[in-house]
């Protein structure tokens, strides 16, 4: 299975860092969902549920009232 690698995070706390199989985001033109070796962008988050699964199979899910996204090099980091 092909994985990419996850940071969810504000200035204070973690929620989120390590392999992630994908991940779907509120994004502010609609939902967009992220796999391994996505092309690089930068996307703003509205508020929603990020949904994350990982390479178990485990889904977990982290509410967001909004945040950033850049994505590039097989990694994605999120500030919320």
Do not use: W
């Amino acid at each position: 299975m092909k994985t990419f690698y996850l940071t969810i995070s504000t200035v204070s706390h973690t929620f989120y860092d390590g392999e992630s199989a994908s991940a779907t985001f509120p994004g502010e033109d609609g939902e967009f969902t992220i796999l391994a070796h996505h092309e690089p962008f930068v996307s703003t988050l509205r508020s929603g549920v990020i949904k994350v699964r990982q390479p178990s199979g485990d889904t977990k899910e982290f509410k967001t009232k909004n945040g950033v996204l850049e994505c590039a090099n097989n990694r994605v980091t999120v500030l919320l």
